[in-house]
């Protein structure tokens, strides 16, 4: 992903800079971490870099594609094939199994076989014996891990993770966190969105965002 000078401004009055200009390459293959309290415009970097808000002004290029020349259906359709998402609240169906919920990720993609493919995505993350579980009878860590799951479901090349842990205890936060590093490994892209140093540490490059401003490095 690339951003060039992009910034995001919502009309007032008074207008809101909810994100400065910044320029930003993550290249394919890093784990780029982004630090930042709350209210700092972590939420506004992650629905710019996830297709969901257009910036106001800037290019932003995924897989070398200009999002900005783009309609909304064909910005639908680049989202659901290119980027998985991982966020704090899970955002499960609780009357759908986790291999359903997983496999409804799978909407806005063109691959087939859902079904399989969301029963590997559950293996994938340690939870090929709870496919058939509801939501309600899963643990946190494992809520968590059918979300991993139904962001990897259409093969990714950007994984977006928005405070993965925050709902989490601090054992199985650990788990989760080792689950995206071995993510990493396995040659996935991912940006993690977080409040927490520690948890910034693990990725190779961390960035600094407050008041909108984004700068390389912690501050």
């Keep these: 992903m690339e951003l060039q000078d992009v910034e995001l401004t919502y009309p007032g009055p008074p207008p809101v800079h909810a994100l400065h200009p910044c ?8 784990y780029v971490t982004v630090v930042g309290p709350s209210g700092s415009g972590k939420s506004t970097f992650l629905n710019v870099t996830g ?7 800037g290019r932003y290029l995924l897989d070398g594609i200009d999002t900005g020349d783009l309609g909304d259906g064909d910005l639908t359709s680049l989202r659901g094939r290119r980027i998985g998402f991982v966020f704090q609240s899970f955002h499960l169906l609780p009357h759908r199994t986790a291999l359903e919920n997983v496999a409804l990720a799978m909407t806005y993609t063109a691959l087939p076989d859902s079904a399989r493919r969301a029963r590997s995505a559950l293996e994938q993350v340690g939870l090929a014996h709870r496919v058939n579980a509801l939501p309600t009878r899963l643990s946190g860590g ?7 799951a139904r962001a990897l479901v259409g093969q990714p090349s950007l994984l977006l993770c928005d405070e993965p842990t925050g709902n989490l205890d601090s054992a199985t936060a650990e788990t989760v966190l080792a ?4 993510l990493h490994a396995d040659g996935i892209t991912i940006v993690l969105i977080t409040h927490d140093p520690q948890v910034a540490a693990r990725g190779q490059r ?14």
Excluded at 23 to 30: C, I, N, S
Excluded at 51 to 57: A, C, E, G, Q, V
Excluded at 179 to 182: C, G, K, T, W
């Design 179 to 182: 689950l995206i590093d071995q």
């Design 51 to 57: 297709l969901l808000d257009r910036p106001t002004s």
């Design 23 to 30: 320029a930003l390459t993550v290249r394919q293959g890093e």
């Design 142 to 148: 494992e809520r968590q891990r059918v979300a991993i």
């Design 206 to 219: 961390t960035l600094s965002i407050r008041d909108g401003i984004l700068t390389e490095g912690t501050s």
